[in-house]
């Protein structure tokens, strides 16, 4: 059984910094994807950044500036966001998403709340 458990979401001003963490656990081959994907209230689901297995990364273009996606050299199956300079519009709940190459399978956490406010 694949989990992903997110952490790291919360209230923060605007102009503020936070970082995401989402660990995979399970029986996960080294071939994965991992994303974090966010939602505002009344919005679609929307993609902010994708990871492969050994870093290579890529955006959607809305947030290449302000967001950076890693993977723990420590903790396998880990993939973290930082996003700074935060804005009002940016709060969403973030979703963690794992794609599994050899199988095509698919994992969404739970997701964690992001608020920016003053």
């Known amino acids: 059984q694949v989990q992903l458990v997110e952490s790291g979401g919360g209230l923060v001003q605007p102009g503020g910094s936070l970082t995401l963490s989402c660990t995979a656990s399970?029986?996960?081959?080294?071939?994965?994807?991992m994303s974090w994907y966010r939602q505002a209230p009344g919005k679609q689901r929307e993609l902010v950044a994708t990871?492969?297995?050994?870093?290579?990364?890529?955006y959607d273009r809305d947030f290449e500036e302000r967001f950076t996606i890693s993977r723990d050299n420590l903790k396998r199956n880990t993939a973290n966001l930082l996003a700074h300079n935060l804005r009002p519009e940016d709060t969403a709940v973030y979703f963690c998403?794992?794609?599994?190459?050899?199988?095509?399978?698919?994992?969404w956490g739970q997701g964690t709340q992001v608020t920016v406010s003053s």
């Open positions: 399970g029986d996960i081959p080294d071939r994965n994807v």
């Open positions: 990871i492969g297995r050994h870093g290579s990364a890529s």
């Open positions: 998403y794992l794609y599994l190459v050899p199988t095509g399978q698919r994992y």
